[in-house]
């Protein structure tokens, strides 16, 4: 069975900063395509950004190049997405997801490609 449990998410001001993480656990294939998504209510979820884990190919929403950045730690199964230059716009909650044993591409921001999500973390901006 698996699972993705995300951290780190909390209350910053705009222009601040936080470090998600997303610990995947209950897969045996060495290499997934981890996302990272956002929602807010209303709308739909959205691609944020992704990496392939078995070689590091990163993917990147628009809105979110230069600011976010998205790594692994491949001894640990987690996944982080560090977030700069917050704005409150970002505000949102912020889902990892798995797509086990797949290279991310340009699909990657297609939430329903993924297998396996994880519950969220809250991330809100104020100004």
């Known amino acids: 069975q698996v699972q993705l449990v995300e951290s780190g998410g909390g209350s910053v001001q705009a222009g601040g900063s936080l470090r998600l993480s997303c610990a995947a656990s209950?897969?045996?294939?060495?290499?997934?395509?981890m996302g990272w998504f956002r929602q807010v209510p209303g709308k739909e979820r959205e691609g944020v950004a992704a990496?392939?884990?078995?070689?590091?190919?990163?993917y990147y929403a628009d809105s979110v190049k230069g600011r976010f950045t998205i790594s692994q730690d491949n001894a640990k199964n987690t996944v982080y997405l560090q977030m700069n230059s917050l704005k409150i716009e970002d505000g949102a909650m912020y889902y990892c997801?798995?797509?086990?044993?797949?290279?991310?591409?340009?699909?990657?921001?297609?939430?329903?490609?993924?297998?396996?999500w994880g519950q969220g973390t809250q991330v809100t901006v104020s100004s």
């Open positions: 209950g897969y045996t294939y060495s290499w997934a395509c």
């Open positions: 990496i392939y884990t078995g070689g590091g190919s990163t």
């Open positions: 997801a798995a797509d086990v044993g797949a290279r991310c591409g340009g699909t990657w921001s297609r939430p329903g490609r993924f297998d396996y």
